[in-house]
Every structure is written in C-alpha cells, then in structure tokens.
C-alpha cells in the first residue's frame, strides 16, 4: 500500500502503482494538509480578494472578474474548455502514473483542493479505472494542461476510460464500481490542471526503464568483448579509480563481475574504444540517470499548480513550469542514444569480419548465406530514428494565451519522446544480443560463467543460425525475454 503525504513519493513508488496495480491511501498527514489548505482557501475566498483562477478567468483572460453564482460553473468550462488533446491514447500505465502525481502535489497542503477531489483520484486508481488522454496537446506550461483536462473530464464522469481492459463510458464504469462523479468546486479545477504531472509520470516510468536497458546492455557488452576476445585489463579496479565518477565505477565493477572466469586476450594491448571504454560511457548513462531520478523525485513532491495559497494569501507563481523536468527528460533521451550508438558499434564489428576474426557476417557459407548482415542494418536504423529524437524539445518554446504564457517548457513532448528512444534502445540491446550469442559460437575464448548462464537463457528462446531464416521474430523474443523478471532479477545481483 502507498501511502500519499506529499513528500516522499519515489519512482519506485509510481511504479508499483503504474505498473503494478498497487492500492494507494491518503496518510493522515495528508489528509490534514488538505483539510488545512481548503478552510484556507475559503477563508480567502468569503474576503471577495480577487484571486487569479477563483473568480477570474483564466491565462489573457484574467483581468475579468466571475461573479458568486459562477465560481462552479468556471471550474467545469475550464476542464472541458482545455480537454482538448489529439492524437492515439497514451497507455494506462503512463496515465496512471500522471494520476498518481497529481495527487501527491495536491495534498501538500498548498493547492486549497478538498477531499473529496483526492478520494475520486484514489478511487479510480485503486479501482483500475484509467481515463483515456491523447497523447499529444501539452506544451509543458502552464502544467500539462490538456491531458490533465481530459483526466479532470472523467473524474467528472465524462468522456471515456478504460475500465478491466474494455474502453468505455465513464459513466458506466462508474456505474459498476460505485463511483460517483466529482464536481470542482472553486480552485479544483485549476489546481487539477496547473501542473507537471504528466511530464513526470511519463519520466517516472522512463527512469525506471533506462535502469533496465542498460543493465541488459551492459550484460550484451560482456558477451561481446569475449566473443572478440578483447581484453579485461581496462577495467582494473586501481585503474578505474584515478577517474573518480561514481557512474565509470559502478559500471566497472558490474564488468568486472560479467566477465569473471574469462581468460583475455593477454596479447592484446588495446581494445576498440566500443570495448574499451564501456565504463566510461555507460557510467556517463548511469549518472545521468541518477540525476534525472534526483531532479524527478524533488518534483513529484512539489506543489505545481497556480495560485499557491497559505492561511494568509494566494500568489500567483510560476511553480507549473516544467522546465526542471523538461531539461532533465531531453537529456536522458542524449544519453540513452549513445547507450544505443555504442551498441550499435560492437554490433558492427562481431558481423565484420576484418574487425572481429570470425566468419563474414557470422556464417559459415557467407555469400549463399547472409547471415547477420541486416540486424545490423536494424540497429543502424534505430540509432539514426533515436538521433532525430534526441533534439532536445526544451530547446523550443512558442508563446500561447495571447502571449500572456510567452515561454513554455514544451517538457511533455521530451518525455513522450524519450519513452520512444528507450523502446529503440531496447531492441538495439536484444540485436546485440542475438550477434554476440551467435559469435561466441565460432570463438574458442574461455567465457565467463555469467555469459554461459546469460547465453544459456537466451538459447531457450533463439537458437543457433545455421542458414539464413527472418532474424525479426529473434530479436522480438530477446526483446521480449530482457523485460522479464527472471532476466532482469538475474542481472540485478551483479550489478551496482
């Protein structure tokens, strides 16, 4: 059970309810903070103090005043008005981890939000009730708008979800679970919507992911380097050490587990840099990943929407702006393509064979056969598809609401990006994988027993190529075979 407080959700923590269906339930802290902030707000609210988004309208159009009588009815134009996103429905997974932190910011106890709005987030989350949101609509600022809308929408009891695998109504699926439609009252709707929710699920989620492809590349690497017979010396505990970046050093000691019980190639001197320098530029990755779940976790238990309220005033800030996450997205997107490049470079040397030593391509009758020519083809591809994704989306910003909102983050396109580039780099790894199994058949190298347990997994699912047959439905099973969690819980014991 998770429990919600506002300040010490992790990325963990979305995924076990992303993911995993986990329940969640308001802490009593929680629950306090929420009562607090709501008698705030109405205390605010019975003063007649304009405030932005209460009772005026909303972005250009703050300056005009809503009278008593429509302070509910603003709430409700505000969330319909705004659901307004376009493209295929993101996956339930991603739209669950929105949810999920979009409630941990609610119940800081600074968005004056009740708690009924907070049971209704709950209730769909723990029922297995998903609204449907297009993928595309958020320009990062002021929140993730639109799909916060649309999610917003359904808790109304429009529009339509995903309810035990079935699209639907909402109002039917709240017909079978009990569920009752919620009604914003003053603020709620704007607090629901002015946020980085969506933005941070979606990283939440690819934190999580690039924890696991690179375990896996690194596991594909340590084949590679035996199948070519390379060398272990460069990554020699005291050697390793006179760089002192955490990332080079845990990557290094995972290689040093990988490879143990392989006998290198003493007569080499040097290796490839593709070889030679994995804890370098895997611990790069590695580092980049831990600063993004840094800058991810402080955002998850952050308030984000607009106006911010304590017992005294509300102000009008600037906390929806995703611009810490935005950045922190496009760049784990570089780094998981390099990930992705340096793969791609063994790849090409195990199927050359004046790089590697072994067969052209890694048959036996290369001409007639040949053999592993196009994976690599596949690879190249992927890597140039994750090249073009890479640019960074933060590096934009096109002014909206009558260039009231003139710079935005345009965060939610890196995210969805990135969960792109990562779903790329995975199959990159299988590729890898596929060539470096089919390698270490044809070289007398003394493996390593982690590579004979890592090939012997493998194996179950793709054979030895003989001749040639479709490598696609291969790759498929390896990529299939690497999110499992006898793979990933095998992988999780060497590595740091």
Request: hydrophobic share 40%; glycine share 8%.
């Amino acid at each position: 059970m998770i429990k919600l407080d506002g300040i010490s959700l992790t990325v963990e923590d979305v995924v076990r309810v992303a993911i995993n269906n986990e329940k969640v339930e308001l802490s009593e802290s929680g629950k306090e903070n929420v009562i607090r902030s709501r008698k705030n707000l109405e205390k605010l609210v019975s003063s007649g103090k304009t405030i932005y988004g209460i009772n005026t309208g909303f972005g250009n159009l703050m300056d005009i005043k809503i009278h008593d009588e429509d302070l509910l009815k603003l709430q409700e134009n505000l969330i319909r008005s705004h659901s307004s996103g376009v493209g295929d429905p993101l996956p339930i997974e991603e739209v669950r981890a929105m949810m999920l932190i979009r409630a941990n910011s609610l119940v800081k106890g600074f968005s004056g939000v009740t708690l009924d709005l907070i049971d209704s987030i709950l209730a769909f989350l723990n029922t297995g009730i998903t609204p449907v949101v297009p993928r595309y609509g958020s320009v990062g600022a002021s929140g993730d708008l639109a799909p916060l809308a649309h999610i917003a929408l359904c808790i109304m009891g429009e529009s339509n979800v995903y309810y035990k695998g079935e699209r639907m109504g909402t109002e039917k699926a709240m017909k079978i679970t009990g569920i009752k439609p919620h009604t914003f009252r003053e603020k709620e709707g704007v607090a629901f919507i002015n946020g980085t929710s969506s933005i941070s699920g979606l990283l939440a989620l690819s934190i999580h992911d690039s924890r696991r492809v690179l375990n896996a590349s690194l596991a594909a690497s340590s084949i590679s380097l035996q199948a070519l017979k390379g060398t272990d010396k460069a990554f020699t505990e005291w050697v390793i050490a006179t760089r002192s970046h955490n990332g080079q050093s845990a990557v290094a000691s995972s290689m040093r587990k990988l490879l143990s019980g392989y006998v290198g190639n003493a007569a080499r001197v040097q290796d490839a840099y593709s070889l030679r320098c994995i804890p370098q530029v895997y611990g790069a990755v590695l580092d980049t990943i831990n600063y993004a779940e840094k800058v991810l976790t402080t955002e998850i238990n952050s308030v984000t929407d607009n106006p911010i309220l304590n017992e005294e005033e509300a102000v009008s800030a600037g906390n929806f702006h995703g611009e810490p996450v935005a950045l922190v997205a496009d760049f784990l997107a570089i780094a998981m393509t390099d990930l992705g490049n340096m793969m791609e470079r063994r790849i090409f040397r195990l199927t050359t064979s004046y790089l590697s030593g072994l067969p052209p391509f890694l048959t036996k009758e290369s001409g007639l056969n040949s053999g592993f020519m196009i994976p690599q083809y596949t690879a190249a591809a992927l890597c140039n598809m994750n090249k073009v994704l890479s640019h960074p989306a933060s590096s934009d910003t096109i002014p909206t609401s009558a260039d009231q909102e003139d710079h935005v983050s345009m965060g939610m396109n890196g995210s969805l990006k990135l969960r792109d580039v990562i779903k790329n780099v995975r199959y990159i790894a299988a590729i890898e994988m596929l060539t470096a199994c089919q390698a270490i058949d044809f070289s007398v190298s003394n493996i390593s027993a982690m590579a004979k347990k890592l090939i012997s997994m493998i194996r179950k699912h793709v054979s030895h190529a003989e001749v040639d047959r479709p490598h696609g439905p291969d790759i498929e099973r390896i990529n299939a075979l690497i999110q499992t969690e006898e793979f990933l819980s095998m992988l999780a014991k060497i590595m740091t």
